[in-house]
C-alpha cells in the first residue's frame, strides 16, 4: 500500500504528526526524498505536492492520499473517495472582490473576470448560478490580480482572514469548506490494510480533547461515583489486589472540559488517589 502525504506546506508537519501518532511510525526518509518506509513493511509513504495527491491516488501511483478537500474537489476524480474527515487545514475557499469596488454579488461577475488556483471548482461554482466569468488560472499570490487589473474578483484560500483584509479584499460568498482528509481510491476500499490505517488515523482523532481518570472508590460509594461520571459507555470497575475488598478501581475516559468538575464531584463521593492521564488513542 502507497500512501501520498503532502511534501512540504502547512499540511506536511501536521500530517506526519498525525501518522507518528497513530503508530505509523516512518523509518529511512530523509529530507528531500520521495518516499519513506514505515514500521509496517506493507505501507510506504510517498511524499508529493498537496495539489498533485488526489490525481496520484486516482492512477495508481499511491493506494491512499492525505490532502485537501479543496484540492480533492479540484482534481475532480471520480476514482477515489473520501473515508475519513482528518479535522486539521481547515479553511475555506471564497469568492472575494475589492472592498471598494463595485461588485458585490455574485451575478455582479457576468461577463467579468475572475482568477483563482482553483478553475474547476469556480467553474462548477458559477455554472450552478447560470454564469460564465472568464476564469485566469494563477499559481500563488491570487490576492494580488484584482489591484492590478488582472481580475474583478478572485476565488481563493481563507481561513484567518488575514490576507483579504490586507489585500483589501471583502468575501462576497463561500463556495466550499475544506479540511483535510484521507482518500482512497475506490478499487482498493475494501483491503484490510485500508481499514486498518482508517482505523489507526481515527483511533488519534477520538483520542483528541479526552482523559482518562483513575481513582479508588470505597465500594458503599460506587453508585454515587457512577452518577457523577460522565460519557462514554461508563466506567469500568475493578477489584483492587490487597485492598481488603473495601474498595474499587474506578476507570472511565472523560472530556478534558469536563475533568476539572468530575474530580470535585467524585472526591465528594468519596473517591481517592485519582489519577488523570492523556489517552495517545482511543479504537472504538
Ligand atoms: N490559510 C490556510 N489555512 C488552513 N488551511 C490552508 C490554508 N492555506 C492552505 N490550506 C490548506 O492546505 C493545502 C495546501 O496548501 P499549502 O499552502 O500548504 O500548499 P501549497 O501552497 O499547495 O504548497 P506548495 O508550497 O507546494 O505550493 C490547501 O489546499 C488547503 O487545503
Ligand atoms: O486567511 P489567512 O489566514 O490569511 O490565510 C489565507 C492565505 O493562506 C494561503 O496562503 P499560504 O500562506 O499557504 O501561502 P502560499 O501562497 O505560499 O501557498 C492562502 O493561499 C491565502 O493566501
Ligand atoms: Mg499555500
Same mark, same amino acid.
Given at each position: ?48 505536492? =498537496? ?6 491516488? =486516482?492512477?495508481?501511483? $499511491? ?39 463595485? #461588485? ?36 500563488? =499570490?491570487?490576492? *494580488? ?7 474583478? $474578483? ?21 463556495? *466550499? ?19 486498518? #490505517? ?6 488519534? *482523532? ?30 469500568? #470497575? ?10 474499587? =478501581? ?23 488517589? #485519582? ?10
Amino acid at each position: 500500500m502507497r500512501l501520498a502525504v503532502p511534501n512540504k506546506g502547512r499540511l506536511h508537519d501536521p500530517t506526519i504528526d498525525l501518522l507518528e501518532r497513530a503508530g505509523l511510525h516512518l523509518e529511512n526518509g530523509a529530507a528531500r526524498k520521495l518516499y519513506a518506509d514505515t514500521v509496517d513493511p506493507e505501507v510506504t509513504i510517498l511524499f508529493a505536492r =498537496a495539489a498533485d495527491i488526489p490525481e496520484y491516488v =486516482a492512477d495508481g501511483a $499511491a493506494d491512499l492520499g492525505i490532502t485537501g478537500y479543496d484540492q480533492y474537489r479540484e482534481a475532480d476524480v471520480a476514482t477515489v473517495s473520501e473515508l475519513l474527515d482528518l479535522e486539521f487545514g481547515r479553511c475555506r475557499l471564497v469568492l472575494a472582490s475589492p472592498e471598494d469596488g463595485d #461588485i458585490d454579488a455574485v451575478e455582479d461577475l457576468a461577463g467579468k473576470t475572475v482568477a483563482t488556483e482553483f478553475p474547476t471548482v469556480t467553474r462548477q461554482f458559477f455554472d450552478e448560478r447560470g454564469l460564465e466569468p472568464s476564469i485566469v488560472e494563477v499559481t500563488g =499570490a491570487t490576492e *494580488l490580480t484584482p489591484h492590478v487589473e488582472m481580475a474583478d $474578483a478572485i476565488v481563493d484560500i481563507t481561513s484567518t482572514g488575514t490576507t483579504l483584509k490586507m489585500n483589501r479584499l471583502a468575501v462576497i460568498e463561500e463556495v *466550499l469548506s475544506s479540511s483535510v482528509r484521507l482518500f482512497a481510491r475506490e478499487d482498493v476500499l475494501e483491503e484490510p490494510k485500508v481499514q486498518e #490505517i482508517r482505523t489507526a488515523l481515527s483511533s488519534v *482523532l477520538a483520542a483528541d480533547g479526552k482523559r482518562y481518570l483513575m481513582m479508588n472508590v470505597p465500594k458503599n460509594r460506587l453508585e454515587d461515583v457512577r452518577e457523577v461520571i460522565p460519557g462514554m459507555g461508563g466506567p469500568t #470497575i475493578m477489584d483492587i489486589a490487597n485492598g481488603g475488598g473495601e474498595s474499587v =478501581a474506578v476507570h472511565a475516559v472523560v472530556d478534558e472540559r469536563e475533568v476539572f468538575e468530575t474530580i470535585t464531584e467524585v472526591k465528594n463521593t468519596g473517591a481517592s488517589d #485519582i489519577l488523570v492521564t492523556e489517552i495517545e488513542r482511543l479504537v472504538e
